[in-house]
C-alpha cells in the first residue's frame, strides 16, 4: 500500500516537471519573439537615424548655400543702391545743368515753343523787333572766329541766345543801344566760363 501512494506523488512530480519545462519553452520562444521585435525596432530607428542625419546634413548644405547666396545678394543690392545713388545724382546735375541753360522770356507762355524752340524763338524776335540787317563776327570759345549776316538784329539776337547769351530787351532806346553796339562792333561775348571776348 505504502508503494501504491509513492507512485502518485512520483509521477506528479514528473508531470510539474514537464509542465515547468513547456513553460519555460513557451516563456523563452516569446522571449526570443520579443527580442526579435526590438532588434527589429532598434534597426527600424537606426534606419530612420541614418536617413534624419541624411536629410540633416542636405539641409546643412542647402542651409549654407542659401547663407551664401544671401551674402552675394546683400552685396549686389549695396552695389546697386551705390549705381542707383549715382545715376540720380548724375541725373539730377543734368536736369540742374538743362535749367541753366533754359531760356525764358518775359510774356511768354511756358511750352508755347512746343518742339521747335529757336524756330519760336526766331518769329519771336521777327515779330516783336524790327531791326535792319546786322553783320557780326561771332568768337567761339576756341579762339576761332567767323562772319554771320542776319536779315535783322531779331536773327542776331536769336543767334546769341543759341550760344549762350543772355539777350533783354528793355525798351526802343535800349534797343537802338543794342543795334548800334553790334553795328559798330562794339560788344563783348561772354562765355560760360566767365570769360570775356571782343571784336578782333
Known amino acids: 500500500m505504502p508503494h501504491e501512494e509513492e507512485e502518485p506523488v512520483g509521477s506528479g512530480i514528473l508531470e510539474e516537471i514537464r509542465r515547468l519545462r513547456q513553460e519555460h519553452k513557451d516563456a523563452a520562444a516569446d522571449n526570443k519573439q520579443a ?25 546643412e548644405t542647402r542651409v549654407g548655400n542659401t547663407e551664401d547666396r544671401m551674402t552675394q545678394l546683400e552685396k549686389a543690392v549695396v552695389y546697386l543702391l551705390q549705381s542707383e545713388a ?48 546786322a553783320q557780326l563776327r561771332i568768337f567761339s570759345e576756341d579762339g576761332t572766329n567767323r562772319t554771320e549776316t542776319f536779315a535783322s538784329l531779331k536773327d542776331a539776337a536769336s543767334m546769341l541766345r543759341n550760344m549762350g547769351i543772355s539777350v533783354v530787351e528793355e525798351d526802343e532806346s535800349e534797343s537802338e543801344k543794342i543795334r548800334h553796339d553790334i553795328l559798330s562792333g562794339n560788344w563783348t561775348l561772354v562765355t560760360s566760363q566767365g570769360q570775356s571776348k571782343g571784336p578782333a
Open 35 to 59: 527580442l526579435a521585435r526590438v532588434e527589429k525596432s532598434i534597426q527600424d530607428v537606426a534606419k530612420q537615424m541614418s536617413t534624419l542625419e541624411k536629410r540633416t546634413s542636405e539641409l
Open 86 to 133: 549715382k545715376v540720380a545724382a548724375k541725373c539730377n546735375e543734368l536736369e540742374a545743368r538743362g535749367r541753366r541753360k533754359n531760356i525764358r522770356i518775359h510774356g511768354v507762355e511756358e511750352r508755347a515753343e512746343k518742339n521747335d524752340v529757336v524756330g519760336f524763338v526766331k518769329e519771336l524776335i521777327r515779330s516783336k523787333l524790327d531791326l535792319p540787317t
